[in-house]
C-alpha cells in the first residue's frame, strides 16, 4: 500500500473519544419509527412501503451504538437494507431510509482508519447491488454518490477540526508548564536558598553566640513558612493555562500596565497590603489584569480608557478591570476568557466577564485567600 493509505488505514479513532448516549440519540430512536410509519401510511404509492417502515424500525435502535461501534451499526444497517431490496427487487423509496446518512457521518466522524476505509467500500458495493435489479439513470448514480461523499466529508471535516482544536489545547498546556516552572524557580526556589544559607550561617556561629543561631533558625522558620505558602499556591497554579517570562511578576507589576501610551489610556489603583499576596496568587491576578486590558484594547470600540483596581483585604484580592467603550452583549469564550476562569478557579476563585449597565465592558476576578492557604 501507498503511503497515504496506509497511514489512513492505520488511523486511531477519533480523538478525544465520543460522548456517551446523550438524549438526542433517544429522540431519533422514538422519531425514526415513527417517521417511517407515517410516511407509509401517506405515500400509499410506494411497494412493499410497509415492509421497510419494520425494517426501519427495527434498524433504529443501531443509533444509540453508532458512536462506539460505527462500521458495526453501518454494516448491520447496509446489509439489512440491501438484502430487503434486493429481496424487493426496487430500491426503498420511504425518504425515512436517509437515516442510514447518519451511521455513515458516525464511521467518518468516530470511526478508525480501517472503519472509515470498510465503511466507504460497504457503501459502495451496496449501492452497485441496489442497481443489479433494474438498471439506474446517471442522474439517481451522481445524486447518490455526491449524497455519500458529501456526508463522509462531513464527518472528516468535523473530526479533523476538533482533533485541530485538541492539539492547540495541548500545545497551550505544554507551554503552560514551562512557564509555572520558571514560577516554581522565582518563588519556591527562592525561599529554599535562603533557608540554605541561614542554615549555614547557624553552623558557624552555634558554638560562640547562642543568641545568634536563636535569630537564624527564626529567620529559617519564617522562610520555611513561606515556602510553605507559596508551594501551596504553585500547586493550583500549575494547571491553569496563561502564558509569562521570567521573573514572575506580581501585583506592583500591575502598574506598569499603564506605562503603554497607546489609546486607550490605562488607570491603575492598587489597595490594601500587597505584600501579603504570595508571589503565585500576585503573578495570577497579573495575568488576569494582562489579559483583560490586552482584551479591551482589541475589542472594545470607541474605549477611550480602561481602568485596572486591584484590592487586597483580609478576605483575598479582587481584580476589576473596566472599559468605556461599546463592547458586544455577549461573547464566546475564547483561550483568553477561558484562561482567565481556569486560573481564577484553581486558585479558589471566581472570574466573570460581560457588559456594563452603562455601557463598557469589565472583568471582575476574586481570589479568597481560604482558595491558595488551603
Known amino acids: 500500500m501507498t503511503s497515504p493509505v496506509r497511514a489512513l488505514w492505520d488511523a486511531p479513532a477519533a480523538v478525544p473519544a465520543p460522548p456517551g448516549r446523550v438524549w438526542r440519540d433517544w429522540v431519533l430512536v422514538g422519531v425514526i419509527p415513527a417517521l417511517a410509519v407515517v410516511e407509509a401510511s401517506v405515500r400509499t404509492d410506494v411497494p412493499w412501503r410497509w415492509l421497510w417502515a419494520v425494517v426501519l424500525t427495527a434498524l433504529a435502535p443501531t443509533l444509540l451504538w453508532r458512536r462506539s461501534r460505527p462500521f458495526t451499526m453501518l454494516a448491520i444497517a447496509f446489509a439489512v437494507g440491501t438484502a430487503v431490496g ?90 503552560e508548564r514551562e512557564q509555572l516552572a520558571r514560577d516554581l524557580h522565582d518563588t519556591v526556589a527562592h525561599h529554599v536558598s535562603a533557608i540554605a544559607i541561614q542554615a549555614q550561617a547557624g553552623s558557624a556561629v552555634a558554638a560562640t553566640d ?104 483580609s478576605d483575598g484580592v479582587r481584580l476589576e478591570v473596566r472599559d468605556d467603550g461599546v463592547g458586544a452583549a455577549s461573547a464566546a469564550p475564547g483561550y483568553g476568557i477561558t484562561g482567565m476562569r481556569e486560573r481564577a478557579a484553581l486558585l479558589g476563585g471566581t472570574c466573570d466577564a460581560g457588559p456594563t449597565p452603562d455601557g463598557g465592558w469589565i472583568v471582575a476576578a476574586t481570589l479568597p485567600r481560604a482558595g491558595w492557604t488551603a
Open 86 to 175: 434486493l429481496a424487493t427487487a426496487g430500491d426503498p423509496q420511504l425518504y425515512t431510509t436517509a437515516y442510514f446518512l447518519i451511521l455513515l457521518y458516525a464511521v467518518f466522524r468516530w470511526g478508525s482508519g480501517r472503519a472509515m476505509v470498510a465503511g466507504g467500500s460497504l457503501v459502495v458495493i451496496g449501492m452497485l447491488l441496489t442497481f443489479l435489479p433494474t438498471p439506474p439513470q446517471v442522474a439517481d448514480v451522481i445524486g447518490g454518490v455526491a449524497v455519500a461523499v458529501t456526508t463522509s466529508t462531513l464527518g472528516l471535516a468535523v473530526r479533523w477540526r476538533r482533533r485541530a482544536r485538541s492539539r492547540e489545547l495541548e500545545q497551550v498546556r505544554l507551554l
Open 210 to 313: 547562642p543568641g545568634a543561631t536563636v535569630q537564624v533558625l527564626q529567620a529559617i522558620e519564617a522562610e520555611a513558612t513561606r515556602t510553605l505558602r507559596e508551594m501551596r499556591a504553585m500547586v493550583g497554579v500549575l494547571r491553569a493555562p496563561d502564558d509569562a517570562l521570567a521573573p514572575t511578576p506580581g501585583l506592583a507589576e500591575i502598574r506598569s500596565l499603564a506605562a503603554d501610551a497607546a489609546a486607550p489610556t490605562i488607570a491603575v489603583r492598587l489597595g490594601g497590603d500587597l505584600d501579603s499576596v504570595p508571589q503565585a496568587v500576585a503573578a495570577a491576578v497579573f495575568r488576569i489584569a494582562q489579559e483583560a486590558v490586552t482584551n479591551a484594547r482589541r475589542h472594545a470600540r470607541g474605549a477611550t480608557r480602561i481602568d485596572v483596581g486591584v484590592d487586597v483585604d
